[in-house]
Nanobody, 127 residues
Framework: VQLQASGGGLVQPGGSLRLSCAAS????????VAWFRQAPGKVPEGVLC????????YYADSVRSRATISRDNAKNTVYLQLDSLKPEDTAVYYC?????????????????????WGQGTLVTVSS
């Protein structure tokens, strides 16, 4: 039972990146999936979260107009598309999952509510 985050790398400012979070050993159908990130020297930050139905999502203000989260339950994968990347987006990005009923508007960005975590993928935004 695990989550595998991938897709990180070096991107120039203004560029785009798509991160993937693939589940194995369980199906994501009943899970809300979130992306967190931790920049060097900073506390982890909830970036965005998608509910199991795919119909609702929560976004951090820092990425609201630049991020898209989507899910393909057939592939058991959630995607994070981040556009207009800035140097301050540089961080290790983690995906996390929890049974959908546990995740709501008031707690989606709190790490303690998630019980499944991926290993993280590094995104570096630099020219």
């Amino acid at each position: 039972v695990q989550l595998q985050a991938s897709g990180g790398g070096l991107v120039q400012p203004g560029g785009s990146l798509r991160l993937s979070c693939a589940a194995s050993g369980f199906t994501l159908d009943d899970y809300a999936v979130a992306w967190f990130r931790q920049a060097p020297g900073k506390v982890p930050e909830g970036v965005l979260c998608i509910k199991s139905s795919g119909g609702s999502a929560y976004y951090a203000d820092s990425v609201r107009s630049r991020a898209t989260i989507s899910r393909d339950n057939a592939k058991n994968t959630v995607y994070l598309q981040l556009d207009s990347l800035k140097p301050e987006d540089t961080a290790v990005y983690y995906c996390a999952a929890q049974i959908d009923a546990w995740i709501r508007a008031g707690n989606w960005n709190l790490r303690r509510y998630y019980n499944k975590w991926g290993q993280g993928t590094l995104v570096t935004v630099s020219s």
